[in-house]
């Protein structure tokens, strides 16, 4: 399992960015899949969530209305469309894969045993 995330950069306050992940070594239109955060000295945190049909789609509070999650199981690539940052949202962004198919929109990365190697995001106010 490989996960190779991409996009990120330094914004200002307001500005967008669109994180990719591109996903191999697995079944990719089988899993749910999610994008986390960390900033620094915090732990990591779920940011949003899609299922593998990409119908149904779970967000942090934090990040709900300003980011928009989506995938594309004929490229294997899933997407984290970010707009309206903000300087908090400042942090390593990690795609990540749970350990099973059976696990859906699930928040905690408790039940994700696969990651990207993080894309870093910084905004300025």
């Known amino acids: 399992v490989q996960l190779q995330a991409s996009g990120g950069g330094s914004v200002q306050a307001g500005g967008s960015l669109r994180l990719s992940c591109a996903a191999s070594?697995?079944?990719?239109?089988?899993?749910?899949m999610g994008w986390f955060r960390q900033a620094p000295g915090k732990e990591r945190e779920f940011g949003a969530a899609i299922t593998n049909s990409g119908v149904n789609l779970n967000y942090a509070d934090s990040v709900k209305g300003r980011f928009t999650i989506s995938r594309d199981n004929a490229k294997n690539m899933v997407y984290l469309q970010m707009n309206s940052l903000k300087p908090e949202d400042t942090a390593n962004y990690y795609c990540?894969?749970?350990?099973?198919?059976?696990?859906?929109?699930?928040?905690?990365?408790?039940?994700?045993?696969?990651w990207g190697q993080g894309t870093l995001v910084t905004v300025s106010s």
């Open positions: 070594g697995f079944i990719f239109r089988d899993y749910t």
């Open positions: 990540a894969r749970p350990y099973s198919s059976r696990v859906q929109l699930v928040l905690h990365s408790m039940f994700y045993d696969h």
